[in-house]
């Protein structure tokens, strides 16, 4: 999906919060950034990556995850609500999804053509910032828990409201769905770059992947075939060949 579209998704879920002040506060983190004088300024989130090599491990994967994560939760919170019972507060669900990654914009930078953790990240990992950022900011205390406890039994605190436990299960599945994605994609890319008798080195791959998401490089492999794929990847080598030389 491009990313304007998906910007235009994220504006829609943080309007679709019900509750005023719940709402400006997500908009104003967002549109703010970090309070504390020592935080570098973040990427923008349509160009941070959400991982180092992992799941949306690319330019903008960072908003692709959190829309994929909110809209998941939000599907989740309907399960629980129709099938279990289970009273959620569907505005602390939106808020939590789309603020929980948030400071992965200052965790990563770009060198030599890959990710790697920022100075800053080495200091303050992603979920202590954002959760010390709405702390900060007067958040409320079931928003800061659901922000803080999205990584489940690896947080500093485990899920303890169902709005948390929907975040940090939407969290997981997203991260690992696009992990087995960005996984088959980039072996599907070297095994068509050796039919090409081309070196499939780890950096060739990853521009290869750059240039076309792992998304649509399964897609195509899995709709279109093999040798779709191989006329793609030749594609791209020539567009690298041409950028070289030029």
């Known amino acids: 999906m491009r990313t304007e579209e998906l910007k235009l998704k994220l504006k829609e879920l943080v309007e679709s919060i019900e509750d005023e002040s719940l709402r400006e506060l997500v908009m104003k983190v967002l549109e703010e950034g970090f309070a504390h004088e020592e935080v570098p300024d973040p990427e923008p989130v349509e160009e941070a990556p959400a991982s180092r090599r992992q799941h949306h491990s690319y330019p903008g994967g960072l908003l692709e995850h959190t829309v994929a994560t909110t809209k998941l939760a939000l599907a989740m919170a309907e399960v629980f609500e129709e099938i279990y019972g289970v009273e959620v507060d569907r505005d602390l669900v ?5 603020l929980h990654d948030l400071g992965k914009a200052t965790s990563y930078e770009q060198r030599e053509e890959q990710y790697k953790i920022s100075d800053f990240g080495r200091r303050l990992d992603h979920l202590t910032l954002i959760a010390a950022e709405l702390y900060a900011r007067g958040a409320p205390v079931e928003l800061i828990h659901a922000v803080a406890a999205h990584h489940g039994r690896g947080s500093p605190v485990p899920p303890n409201t169902p709005e948390a436990l929907i975040v940090h299960l939407a969290d997981r599945s997203d991260a690992e769905f696009a992990t087995e994605v960005i996984k088959a994609a980039r072996n599907v890319v ?10 499939p080195t780890d950096e060739l791959v990853e521009e290869v992947l750059r240039r076309v998401g792992p998304s649509e490089i399964f897609l195509i492999r899995v709709r279109e075939g093999r040798d779709a794929v191989r006329q793609l990847v030749a594609e791209i080598l020539e567009e690298i060949e041409e950028g070289s030389s030029s």
């Open 94 to 98: 939106i808020a939590a999804a789309i």
């Open 190 to 199: 070297r095994a068509r770059l050796r039919e090409l008798d081309v070196e």
